[in-house]
């Protein structure tokens, strides 16, 4: 089988998607109808196995697209991400029945899944508990995250059994008999992508729908490997912020923003390119440096978000200005898939002196 081209998926993004990113920032039934638009191109399950469909994208592509993505709708991007982490997690389940049920549908939209297992991160009383009984578990609890209601008809939930082990099982994203499910949030960024709360009470889950479970502490392990992976997002948001300043540049012919333009842009490719490297060295002693990168990235991406905004003057502050847009995206991608070491690193690159 030939390899995959990434380029059409691109393209897509630049002239489908970025024209209508003010609209699907504020609009969900846009937001729903590229999602729609997406979908119909086999796209929404990049990383998923040839055996079940493919394309099985290579890393470096992958992160290609996420870069891209995020660069012309952080609020598509942030929709997208949740269904792409579900087929990637899916992928790795030893439920053949499942996998089969599933994966082979997830490309094109048959298949919808988002993701609510955040809480697992959480020190204390575990928020949602998963207790074994005949053919299947019950889970009890609070889901704080979860996006992509009227998007998404399931989601990968998040639990904790008994022993302390996490499961990992599929479930409606609808109220209905042991699941209560909020009105969307009202928040400062991607509101459009309606993410909500969900309330378990004695809900059964199947066995059938268990996708693995995972060793007591393995959120924590697992976001030691990815401490840079979410890096790619605030990438792609640097760059839709170094494109405002770039055009705001040549509108108002004034060379200070081209001189900025010039510096921010040469500093992000020295750290995208110390990014990628970071991907391959998931090893204990690389934390450090992947920490260093992840604290670098969210912080030059605020300060190009920034400059975007003084570039774009008092009309970054009208709500449908793609300054305020981007400026409210890096808020998200700031914190997204945070942990306690991300938390420090980022503050305390943002303290240091210069």
Not at 12 to 34: M, N, S, T, W, Y
Not at 96 to 118: A, C, Q
Not at 161 to 189: H, R
């Amino acid at each position: 089988m030939s390899k995959f081209d990434i380029q059409p998926v691109i393209d897509f993004l630049h002239e489908k998607v970025k024209p209508r990113a003010q609209i699907i920032d504020r609009d969900p039934v846009a937001l729903g109808q590229v999602l729609a638009e997406f979908a119909s191109n086999g796209w929404m399950a990049l990383k998923r196995p040839l055996e079940y469909g493919g394309p099985h994208v290579s890393e470096t592509d992958f992160r290609r697209y996420q870069e891209e993505v995020a660069r012309t709708s952080g609020t598509f991007a942030f929709l997208q991400t949740q269904h792409q982490s579900a087929v990637s997690m899916l992928s790795k389940s030893s439920n053949e029945d499942l996998k089969k049920r599933y994966l082979p549908k997830m490309g094109n939209g048959e298949k919808f899944v988002g993701i609510g297992f955040s809480q697992l991160r959480r020190k204390g009383t575990p928020l949602v508990t998963a207790t074994p009984v005949e053919d299947g578990y019950t889970l009890s609890g609070h889901v704080p995250w979860v996006t992509g209601l009227s998007f998404y008809p399931e989601f990968l939930v998040g639990a904790t059994t008994t022993d302390g082990s996490a499961l990992f099982g599929i479930i409606p994203l609808k109220t209905q008999c042991g699941i209560e499910v909020s009105n969307p949030m009202e928040l400062a960024a991607m509101g459009a992508a309606q993410t909500v709360t969900v309330e378990l009470d004695n809900l059964f889950v199947p066995t059938t729908q268990v996708v693995y479970i995972r060793e007591p502490g393995w959120i924590q392990n697992n976001d030691q490997i990815n401490i840079a992976l979410q890096g790619q997002f605030a990438v792609g948001c640097s760059l839709a912020a170094l494109d405002i300043i770039r055009e705001t540049a040549a509108k108002k012919n004034l060379e200070f923003l081209a001189v900025a333009h010039t510096s921010l842009s040469q500093e992000l490719e020295q750290l995208r390119t110390q990014l990628l490297t970071a991907h391959a060295d998931v090893s204990e002693q690389s934390t450090t440096e992947r920490l260093r990168l992840r604290a670098w990235v969210i912080e030059l991406m605020g300060r190009c978000a920034h400059a975007a905004i003084t570039a774009s003057s008092g009309a970054a502050n009208y709500l449908d200005h793609p300054a305020q847009r981007v400026f409210r995206e890096s808020l998200v991608f700031t914190v997204s898939a945070q942990t306690t070491d991300i938390m420090e690193a980022t503050i305390s690159r943002l303290t240091k002196n210069h």
